[in-house]
């Protein structure tokens, strides 16, 4: 798609996104993904570019380093639908990330000083895909259940999850298609909990 096209259907400040995107910017269009793109090489708290932020649909923050995150960064991100939060340091989730009404798909994969879930997590409505492989958590929330757009949840590599805690049950609320990751049961575990 060319940037007139992409001008005609959104607009002037779309148009402005693309414009003022060189390529060393941290704010691009991808098409593969049909997704304004925020990914910079540093994570940084600024408050600048407020008119870009508002039109970012991805945030790639994957292997930043970052140990934490201000309670209040992701308000400038009221469209975002992908966060990717892959290989950082990050011990708590910001109360922000449980305001984006739009958020699609959550990475929190390799943060192993993620222990836990808040429960606030069920204020994602939208959300299809959670990636909590390679945390150290070791429950979910029981409002997880309430996610009832979520089919994919990745519960492999590190997690420390009690076999009975969640799984059984939140697998009976959900509808069929859910697909859980188990890799790190025994096959024997994987087979029984296929059985729900």
């Known amino acids: 798609m060319n940037t ?101 798909k959550l990475y929190l994969t390799d943060n192993l000083g993620i222990t836990a879930i808040p429960s606030q997590i069920s204020n994602l409505q939208k959300l299809t895909t959670l990636g909590l492989s390679g945390t150290n958590i070791t429950s979910l929330p029981n409002e997880i259940q309430e996610l009832k757009n979520l089919y994919w949840l990745d519960l492999s590599g590190q997690i420390k999850l009690p076999r009975k805690d969640v799984l059984q049950r939140w697998v009976e609320t959900m509808h069929p298609e859910v697909i859980i990751e188990i890799l790190t049961y025994s096959e024997k575990e994987q087979s029984e909990l296929r059985r729900f």
Not at 6 to 13: D, E, K, P, R, V
Not at 21 to 36: E, L, N, P, V
Not at 54 to 65: P, S, Y
Not at 66 to 81: R, T
């Open 4 to 104: 007139s096209t992409l001008a005609t259907i959104l607009g002037a400040s779309a148009l402005g996104f693309l414009k003022s995107s060189g390529s060393k910017s941290a704010y691009k269009y991808d098409d593969a993904f049909d997704r304004y793109v925020y990914s910079p090489k540093k994570f940084s708290n600024s408050k600048k570019d407020k008119d870009k932020k508002a039109l970012v649909t991805m945030i790639d923050f994957r292997g930043l380093d970052i140990e934490e995150i201000p309670d209040d960064y992701f308000f400038q991100f009221p469209n975002l639908k992908d966060l990717l939060l892959q290989g950082n340091k990050i011990t708590r989730l910001p109360s922000s990330l449980f305001s984006l009404q739009n958020l699609e």
